[in-house]
């Protein structure tokens, strides 16, 4: 709207009408609204998140445009809006692909920009940043979470005398047993381009990871991930558990006694499955005996909020992404979905909102354990895509084609090594510039 001033005929003085339009100017940029996309959102949840909004905007005098991208396209979108300048003002994107936009300059490391993000970072699980940090940089807060548990047919687990799976020898020791009455175990992904969720479970829980040498090698071939790699190939060679199956149907034949799933499973079985109440518990993994303790680490996801450069709203987008994040805003976005879309469960990233989910106690319990445990991937400079390509051919190589685990898995790590060569000398000027505004940022 254009507003021109007049003073008995004529214009004000030259300086005076200055100051008017420089005061109306900010006005209007104060009254912008906060601009943010999220990702993989269903119709419903967007209505809700749209409603929610309100207390941020009564809290802090911003309103908030949602817009909300699929899974299959939402990094051609951010990576057109990045080159455009055209760019949301938050970002909730898939957590590996944040440092990749973060490295190229186009979002900001949240750590050295606001003084309180410790106190964020303290409200989620510390795993879950794995994919969202580079050289000390961090850039996104996780607002949702993905965990891995298991699934258990406690009625014909008691036919063997067991209820309480705790490591994968004992899982390995009772599979001949089921497997003879009929039903055997599934892991979650099979041989699918997700196969790497499984296989980093395996090398986790025997301490190694995809990365070695402050990310400059592959961890793929380091003995531990040669020994994770021959057990999970062993349970499909030897144990001969299946390679692709309709779990949800699998599970309420009986076909399967036990399966790892995401925790949506848990609410599709109490809704879907009455024949089947009292006959199946929600567990965690099993794990892998290190010392005294077992280790159940287990691949988990989510999406994170970001802050792009562009941004003119940069404290603005961080104040949203504090209160997306804090425990009362988790806790009742996560009430209302459970509430308005049936079948369907929200898992926060606060630890704390987990507490307050509509199931029980016991229940809750076991998912906050299940998050404390679980982690997502490292972040390196090679494509995620590409990382999980090397994985699943090794994958199939081994239990499809008959190769040698050890001689397919140290193939995926010289074709990782490569890659990782390649990516660095890609990437050294965006790392240089990197270093150099931490280093800024620090003094």
């Known amino acids: 709207m254009l507003i021109i001033v007049f003073m008995e005929g004529r214009f004000v003085k030259k300086t005076t009408f200055t100051v008017i339009v420089i005061m109306l100017l900010s006005a209007l940029t104060f009254a912008k609204p906060l601009e943010v996309w999220l990702t993989g959102l269903t119709n419903e949840e967007l209505s809700i998140f749209r409603e929610m909004s309100a207390d941020y905007t009564k809290k802090y005098g911003v309103e908030v445009v949602f817009s909300n991208l699929s899974w299959g396209d939402f990094e051609s979108r951010f990576i057109l809006a990045a080159a455009s300048g055209e760019t949301p003002d938050v970002g909730g994107m898939g957590p590996l ?102 296989l980093n479970m395996f090398m986790w829980q025997n301490g190694a990871d995809d990365y070695i040498d402050n990310l400059t090698k592959s961890g793929f071939d380091s003995p531990a991930s040669i020994n994770a790699f021959k057990e999970y190939v062993d349970l499909y060679n030897k144990y001969k558990i299946p390679k692709d199956i309709p779990f949800f149907q699998a599970f309420s034949t009986g076909e399967l006694f036990y399966m790892l799933q995401y925790q949506n499973m848990y609410t599709n079985l109490r809704t879907a499955a009455p024949q089947l109440n009292g006959k199946w518990s929600m567990v965690q993994v099993p794990g892998t005996t290190q010392g005294k303790e077992i280790n159940r680490a287990a691949s988990a996801g989510g999406a994170a909020l970001t802050i792009f450069k562009n941004s003119r709203m940069k404290n603005e987008a961080w104040n949203f992404i504090k209160w997306m994040t804090e425990e009362k805003t988790q806790a009742e976005f996560a009430k209302l979905v459970m509430a308005k879309i049936p079948g369907s469960i929200f898992v926060p990233a606060n630890r704390q909102a987990v507490l307050k989910l509509d199931m029980p106690k016991e229940d809750l319990q076991l998912m906050l354990g299940a998050m404390d445990a679980g982690s997502t991937s490292t972040y390196g400079l090679v494509a995620p895509k590409l990382r999980r390509r090397y994985l699943q051919f090794a994958a199939q190589e081994a239990i499809l084609q008959g190769v040698d685990a050890e001689t397919a898995i140290r193939k995926a790590a010289s074709e990782h090594n490569s890659e990782i060569k390649k990516k660095e000398k890609e990437y050294a000027r965006f790392i240089e510039t990197l270093l150099k505004e931490q280093s800024k940022n620090k003094k």
Do not use: C, H
Request: overall charge neutral; charged content about 20%; proline content about 4%.
């Open 97 to 198: 692909f944040a440092p990749e936009l973060g490295l190229r300059g186009a979002i900001i490391d949240l750590k050295t920009t606001f003084a309180d993000f410790n106190e964020v970072y303290s409200r989620i699980a510390p795993n879950f940043f794995k994919s969202l940090t580079y050289k000390g940089a961090y850039f996104g807060i996780p607002y949702n979470a993905n965990v891995t548990v298991a699934f258990q047919r406690n009625d014909i687990l008691a036919q063997i005398g067991t209820l309480d799976i705790k490591t994968w020898d004992e899982m390995r020791s009772i599979l001949p047993k089921t497997q003879s009455k009929g039903s055997n175990m599934a892991l979650q992904w099979g041989l699918t381009e997700n196969v790497y969720a499984d």
